[in-house]
């Protein structure tokens, strides 16, 4: 059983007591909403005349089910338009923040809330959406929950859940030049699987890990639920509280000096026990795709597709329906797949340094011909941001659409769809059938940058050929 990790710290300071059947109450930090997950949670409120417990601990924002075309109400949308009239009923009912469209806030729940400050060290977060382990990238730990535990954190600010266990993966060296925080996650999930980090918090950790900027953290953390772990963390440290110094709910003064020494404090210790360690070489790791309909079914660039032969008896199934439904055939290159759409956005890339990335390699390049491309910035905060620097106007150039913020193609509840069975080069975090909104449609998992050299290209390319750096 671990002990003196950072998630038994947690654990432990905010446990409230023990269960029946092993189970522990844990007291929530901050619980985050959207239109999506929490209509049915109010309404199981008011069928038992329940209030929110602790509405200043509770921040909503609207992200699914926005368009990203116009954003003008009513939405066309008559299903989208009474689930974010419900959100806002709700939340002016039970006095919840909420930061809607227009505000300047508004954005993917996981966007917005580290980029406020909301996010801290120590904290135990909530939030009715699966990739809500994004916020571990700042040493919380934070939970995904179904909209039953939507309603119980409502009403008493506090989760039911066991104890997992602890899995550090370590990382040795560094990524290479055109190898991202992307690859990294995807070359983790191809080598552990789906389902490997079931019953895990993964804690990541090492030089690697340690040099990255807190959005690249973000994007790892994010993806730690597609690797089956309940959540991800990585130990707060300067590189976390420079990010958060100055945000709108960062401490401020002499709260920040004595915040900072506490969440230093939850690192970690170097004698902390582990359940289970895994150590990687991240100078070894490749841009990153994926061929099939899971996020493991990855392969470096330069990679062919997996014959069936080369897998073992468990993963064949699965990759013999992924070659029928990605009309694939193994053994050959992923490279010089030609794509139909390009998508840059989600929780998982659609924050400010991957619109950089991604315009640093189209400035001076067009679309290429026949491929839909767009961008769909995080939040209001970032799209401002990129803006401002005038990357909008790169992407333009080039062909591609800029658009307002949201979730969009990633699970395509809004207006962005593929369409039969197009095949789409994205940065979002999964490739299930029919995920980005067509029930054939094909989705290649990517980072920002590999994306926009998919769409200035045509098709899937080693980026690192683009930046004209050796692979």
Same mark, same amino acid.
């Given at each position: 059983?671990?002990?003196?990790?950072?998630?038994?710290?947690?654990?432990?300071?905010?446990?409230?007591?023990?269960?029946?059947?092993?189970?522990?109450?844990?007291?929530?930090?901050?619980?985050?909403?959207?239109?999506?997950?929490?209509?049915?949670?109010?309404?199981?409120?008011?069928?038992?005349?329940?209030?929110?417990?602790?509405?200043?601990?509770?921040?909503?924002?609207?992200?699914?089910?926005?368009?990203?075309?116009?954003?003008?109400?009513?939405?066309?949308?008559?299903?989208?338009?009474?689930?974010?009239?419900?959100?806002?009923?709700? +939340?002016?009912?039970?006095?919840?923040?909420?930061?809607?469209?227009?505000?300047?806030?508004?954005?993917? =729940?996981?966007?917005?809330?580290?980029?406020?400050?909301?996010?801290?060290?120590?904290?135990?977060?909530?939030?009715?959406?699966?990739?809500?382990? *994004?916020?571990?990238?700042?040493?919380?730990?934070?939970?995904?929950?179904? !909209?039953?535990?939507?309603?119980?954190?409502?009403?008493?600010?506090?989760?039911?859940?066991?104890?997992?266990?602890?899995?550090?993966?370590?990382?040795?060296?560094?990524?290479?030049?055109?190898?991202?925080?992307?690859?990294?996650?995807?070359?983790?999930?191809?080598?552990?699987?789906?389902?490997?980090?079931?019953?895990?918090?993964?804690?990541? #950790?090492?030089?690697?890990?340690?040099?990255?900027?807190?959005?690249?953290?973000? !994007?790892? +953390?994010?993806?730690?639920?597609?690797?089956?772990?309940?959540?991800?963390?990585?130990?707060?440290?300067?590189?976390?509280?420079?990010?958060?110094?100055?945000?709108?709910?960062?401490?401020?003064?002499?709260?920040?000096?004595?915040?900072?020494?506490?969440?230093?404090?939850?690192?970690?210790? *170097?004698?902390?026990?582990?359940?289970?360690?895994?150590?990687?070489?991240?100078?070894?790791?490749?841009?990153?795709?994926?061929?099939?309909?899971?996020?493991?079914?990855?392969?470096?660039?330069?990679?062919?597709?997996?014959?069936?032969?080369?897998?073992?008896?468990?993963?064949?199934?699965?990759?013999?329906?992924?070659?029928?439904?990605?009309?694939?055939?193994?053994?050959?290159?992923?490279?010089?797949?030609?794509?139909?759409?390009?998508?840059?956005?989600?929780? !998982?890339?659609?924050?400010?340094?991957?619109?950089?990335? #991604?315009?640093?390699?189209?400035?001076?390049?067009?679309?290429?011909?026949?491929?839909?491309?767009?961008?769909?910035?995080?939040?209001?905060? =970032?799209?401002?941001?990129?803006?401002?620097?005038?990357?909008?106007?790169?992407?333009?150039?080039?062909?591609?659409?800029?658009?307002?913020?949201?979730?969009?193609?990633?699970?395509?509840?809004?207006?962005?769809?593929?369409?039969?069975?197009?095949?789409?080069?994205?940065?979002?975090?999964?490739?299930?059938?029919?995920?980005?909104?067509?029930?054939?449609?094909?989705?290649?998992?990517?980072?920002?940058?590999? =994306?926009?050299?998919?769409?200035?290209?045509?098709?899937?390319?080693?980026?690192?050929?683009?930046?004209?750096?050796?692979?």
């Amino acid at each position: 059983m671990s002990s003196n990790t950072l998630y038994d710290k947690i654990w432990d300071l905010h446990r409230v007591t023990e269960l029946p059947g092993g189970a522990t109450q844990l007291f929530i930090g901050l619980h985050l909403i959207h239109e999506v997950t929490s209509p049915q949670a109010f309404a199981a409120l008011d069928e038992k005349k329940l209030s929110v417990s602790c509405p200043e601990r509770t921040i909503a924002t609207v992200d699914h089910i926005v368009p990203t075309t116009t954003q003008e109400r009513p939405f066309l949308d008559s299903l989208a338009e009474e689930m974010l009239q419900t959100l806002e009923l709700n +939340c002016k009912k039970h006095s919840i923040k909420f930061f809607g469209l227009g505000s300047g806030n508004q954005g993917i =729940v996981h966007v917005i809330a580290p980029e406020k400050g909301l996010t801290q060290p120590g904290m135990t977060i909530a939030c009715g959406d699966s990739h809500t382990s *994004t916020h571990g990238a700042f040493g919380a730990i934070a939970f995904g929950i179904g !909209t039953s535990q939507v309603r119980d954190v409502l009403a008493s600010q506090t989760l039911t859940m066991k104890k997992l266990k602890v899995r550090r993966l370590w990382f040795d060296g560094q990524l290479g030049p055109g190898v991202f925080a992307k690859d990294l996650i995807l070359h983790v999930i191809q080598i552990l699987g789906v389902k490997d980090g079931v019953g895990f918090a993964y804690e990541f #950790a090492g030089p690697a890990i340690e040099s990255l900027s807190m959005e690249e953290r973000m !994007t790892i +953390c994010n993806m730690a639920i597609e690797g089956g772990a309940r959540c991800g963390y990585i130990n707060p440290d300067k590189t976390t509280f420079n990010y958060l110094k100055g945000k709108s709910y960062s401490p401020k003064g002499q709260s920040w000096d004595a915040a900072t020494k506490w969440w230093e404090s939850l690192q970690s210790d *170097t004698n902390a026990i582990y359940d289970d360690e895994v150590r990687f070489n991240a100078s070894k790791i490749p841009p990153t795709v994926t061929w099939g309909i899971t996020p493991g079914q990855a392969i470096g660039v330069n990679a062919s597709i997996p014959r069936p032969e080369s897998l073992d008896k468990i993963d064949q199934q699965i990759a013999l329906e992924a070659y029928e439904y990605m009309n694939l055939e193994p053994g050959k290159p992923i490279e010089g797949l030609p794509i139909d759409v390009c998508f840059i956005g989600s929780c !998982t890339n659609g924050r400010l340094s991957d619109l950089e990335k #991604a315009a640093e390699i189209v400035k001076g390049r067009q679309v290429a011909k026949g491929v839909k491309a767009f961008v769909v910035p995080g939040s209001e905060q =970032v799209a401002q941001e990129a803006e401002d620097q005038g990357l909008h106007d790169i992407f333009i150039k080039a062909g591609f659409e800029w658009r307002k913020p949201g979730c969009s193609m990633c699970l395509a509840m809004n207006p962005d769809k593929l369409e039969k069975n197009q095949i789409s080069a994205s940065s979002s975090n999964r490739n299930f059938k029919g995920r980005q909104g067509s029930a054939k449609g094909r989705t290649l998992l990517m980072s920002p940058a590999m =994306v926009a050299a998919a769409a200035v290209t045509g098709a899937v390319i080693d980026v690192r050929k683009l930046f004209s750096l050796k692979s």
